[in-house]
Structures are given as structure tokens and as C-alpha cells.
């Protein structure tokens, strides 16, 4: 066993470049509070429940985007019966109006760059 230290040394080495971002995130700050998005003051239901609009949000909206724009269909039923419209800057953001403080709170805070306001119109804070 001559190349016990070697060894040690490389299991060292690795476990602080493997654990280095735990370390750095934790001594930055940079974890946080997990944001927790509310529906508006005034609004009793979203068009899906939070448990499945925090993961699926976009694969709704790209759902939507495939139906609307390829298959001609506009309205959808919510979870209630209502029925709405499937659109992004008519429907969602008629009660989350304030992008800075819905959308982009939560798409910092997991580092993700959304591709909605390439086509859509980024609407301005309230």
C-alpha cells in the first residue's frame, strides 16, 4: 500500500471540487427563500391547481401555443368549468400583470431564461 497517500490526497481533492457549489451557494446567500407565488388579490382560482402550474406552467403554455396556433382552437375549460381563453398575455397575465414580480421571481431564482417575450410583448410593472 505505497500509494496510500496519493490516493487519499486525489479522494480529498474530489470531494472539495464535488462539493465546492454546495459551499459556494450556502456562504453567498444565493439559496434564498424559495419564492412562493400567490394568486391576486380579487382572484380565487388559476386556470390549474399550484401544485401543477409551479412545474407544468410551460408545458401548458406550449400545449396551448400548439393548439391554438396549429389546430385553431381557442377556449379551454379550467378546473371550475370556466371556460377561458388559451392565451398568454390575455389570460395569465390578466392576473399576474406584474412580471417582475411573478414570472421573473421565479425563473431567477432557478436561473431559467423563458423564451415567452421573444414572440409575446413583455408587459411593463405596474
Not at 6 to 35: C, D, E, H, M, N
Not at 40 to 55: I, L
Request: proline content about 6%.
Amino acid at each position: 500500500m505505497y500509494d496510500g497517500p496519493k490516493i487519499i490526497a486525489g479522494l480529498i481533492v474530489f470531494l472539495v471540487l464535488a462539493l465546492f457549489p454546495f459551499w459556494y451557494t450556502a456562504a453567498s446567500g444565493q439559496g434564498g427563500v424559495r419564492p412562493d407565488p400567490k394568486l391576486p388579490e380579487g382572484k380565487t382560482a388559476c386556470v390549474a391547481s399550484k401544485e401543477y402550474m409551479n412545474p407544468y406552467h410551460m408545458d401548458m403554455l406550449d400545449d396551448w401555443r400548439d393548439l391554438v396556433v396549429r389546430d385553431g382552437h381557442r377556449m379551454v375549460a379550467t378546473r371550475d368549468g370556466e371556460k377561458v381563453e388559451m392565451s398568454l398575455t390575455k389570460t395569465c397575465m390578466d392576473c399576474h400583470a406584474n412580471k417582475e414580480t411573478f414570472c421573473d421571481e421565479c425563473h431567477t431564482y432557478l436561473g431559467v431564461d423563458p423564451y415567452c417575450w421573444d414572440c409575446h410583448i413583455e408587459p411593463k410593472g405596474e
